[in-house]
């Protein structure tokens, strides 16, 4: 039988059933363990349930057609980075998710939740990411504004919901779809989200594939990325690549970069150039310490 992962708990997993419909509880082969093959939330595996009050059994991942390690997803078509103006929103960490995004074979898009309380962060993001094919949608879960247009972009598609604690991501879902699942906002002493959502789970809602994922702060860019194969990820950058003097050029402070240039003449948004150049140093002294 074959199926999908929708949630995993130690070395458990629930399986939705591609034949019957029904969730089976599975463990993990040892084999996979063998194979360093761990599953993921979305993950499209084949298994033998258990008989009678027995666990089935877990015995093969299939190929993944995307995946991404944090949050650990796999088989999702759409990343959804949700942000919101209160907590103020990190745009490096959404820079290093839409990176990963493009790298593991997900279109990325951007949500910004709460425009009850102001529409500003909607337009300043899309002045950002000008020259890019990023959607940006505004939404505000408390009064339902713009849900209908999200939902619809999230018709036949695998989406992953994903960013920081307290942007309201829960309350998104349950605006979308009326889950009643549990919501929580900003820590008064910390002033940082409350997690709602403490793992990694999908639900089908309405024939729609959407996972939830716990928020986070803080996301490293992973080793053995070069920086040119990092310069390829910034698809408004490649458009101009060809214009720059230098090649290949890493669009940083080279004589002749078209980029620098666009940049200067305000069609390409500076604070995102700024994110590139300082996530650029990174993946240098990561590509240059690999081997240490």
Known sequence: MTGSILRGIGSFYTVLCDEDGREYTLRAQKKLRHQKMTPMVGDHVRFT???????????????RRSMMERPSVANVDMLMLVIA???QPDMLLCDKLIL???KGGMIPAICVNKIDLGDDLAEQIRREYVGTQLRVFSVSAHERTGIPELREAMRGKVTCLAGQSAVGKSSLLNALFDLGLETGGLSRKTERGRHTT?????????GMFVL???????????NGLSPEDFAQLYPEYNALAGSCRFQPCLHDREP???????????????ARWTRYRELLTQVRENWKGRYE
């Open 49 to 63: 349930p258990g008989q009678g009050e027995e666990d089935g059994w877990l015995e093969e991942i299939l190929p």
């Open 85 to 87: 103006s209160v907590p």
């Open 100 to 102: 990963r995004a493009e």
């Open 198 to 206: 403490r793992r990694a789970e999908m639900m089908v809602v309405d």
């Open 212 to 222: 939830d994922t716990p928020g986070f702060s803080l996301l490293e860019l992973e």
């Open 256 to 270: 002749g970069c078209a980029v620098h240039a666009a940049v200067d003449a305000g069609e390409l948004g500076a």
